[in-house]
Every structure is written in structure tokens, then in C-alpha cells.
């Protein structure tokens, strides 16, 4: 992971609005430390990096693109498989860390329901920025069947806790449930991109948990 492109990818995000250097770095410091945690297996820099690279290819249809960004950086701080409310705890470091940078409160509050939208996966707006969102978090299930197998070893391994029977019968419920809403994507776009592969993926992986 080159910490050195994410770091200016930060820096340059936080020009725009005039931050506190010093701040802004200590908070890039923070965010890297618990996305660097070795209990994250899908849940780290890489992830960013990837919803990172891929809003930039939808940035002209997006309204405000910050809001985006600032939504990737913040939006999984906290992580634990065990808990029940990492995103209102992500929501809540990104309100704080967001209002000590100065950043306008209007944008604060589209971000903070961004990440609270991550919780079921359902837009808590009718904003592009929110649905652009997660469709990116959730682009990992429209990549290739190789990609998508690794991605769900990954995600078992964030889940290790759990017995063989107990993890699978939890999976099986939370892609039957993608696979029962009428579309997976909620943007033209990623829905033309992903939509169909992903449904293939959901399939495959369901059906190895059905032996």
C-alpha cells in the first residue's frame, strides 16, 4: 500500500477548504493506524483506495465530489465484526474530526448520513452523492468471480469468530437479501457496470454454503 499517493490524495482534499496542517495530519495518521489494524482483512486502506479511485470516475455526475471523498476516508473508522453500531460510531469521529477542520456544516451532515446509510445499504437521501456511494462500497460484488472469491475469504477472515454454520447461515441471509431487491446499484451507471456480474457472484457463493 503506497501511504505516500493516499497521503496526498488527504492533502490535497484538505487544501481546498484551508485545513490545519498540523491537524489534518494527525488526523490522516488516525485514520491510517485503525485502517492498518491486522484484523481487518477487507476493511482497510485498500478498500479506500479503491472507493477512492472509483468515485473519480464518476465524479462529473457527482453534486458536491468532497462530500464523497471525506464519505470513503471516515466511513469505516470503526470496525468491529462484533458490534452493532460501527457506522453511528464512525459517523460520530467524522462529525468531530470534520468540525475541527473547519469544514461547513452542511457538508458534515451529508457525510455523516452517507456513513449511516453503509449500515443496511440503503441511501438516507435522495442525493447523487449518496447513492454514488454506495455503489462504490458495494462494487467489490460486481468485480470478476476471482476478485469476488477473494473478497469473501477476506471478509470470513473478519468474521473468524464465528463457527463454519453460524457465519454462513449470517451470509446467506445478507446476500439473499441483496438478491431479493430490485436492483443492487443504485446509479445508472454501476448498475449498467456491475449489476449483473454481482448477481452472478451472490449466486455462486450462496450456493457453496447450500452443500
Known sequence: MNITLLRNSWHNL?????????????????????????ARHYHNLEHIKQILNLIETVREISDRFAILQFSAWFHDYVYHPQAKNNEVKSAVYAEKNLKNLKISPDII????????STQKHEPLTDNIDNLIF???DLSILGTS??????YVQAIRQEYIWLSDGDY????????????????????????????????????????????
Open 14 to 38: 484538505l487544501q481546498e477548504f484551508q485545513a490545519y496542517s498540523q491537524l489534518e495530519e494527525a488526523i490522516f495518521a488516525d485514520l491510517v493506524k485503525a485502517y492498518s489494524h491486522p
Open 109 to 116: 451532515q451529508l457525510v455523516k448520513q452517507i456513513i449511516l
Open 134 to 136: 454506495l455503489d462504490t
Open 145 to 150: 468471480l476471482d476478485k469476488y472469491f477473494k
Open 168 to 211: 454462513q447461515q449470517g451470509r446467506k441471509q445478507v446476500l439473499t437479501n441483496f438478491l431479493a431487491r430490485e436492483r443492487i446499484y443504485y446509479t445508472d451507471y454501476f448498475y449498467q457496470q456491475l449489476e449483473v456480474q454481482a448477481r452472478t457472484n451472490l449466486k455462486a457463493e450462496i450456493e457453496i454454503y447450500s452443500y
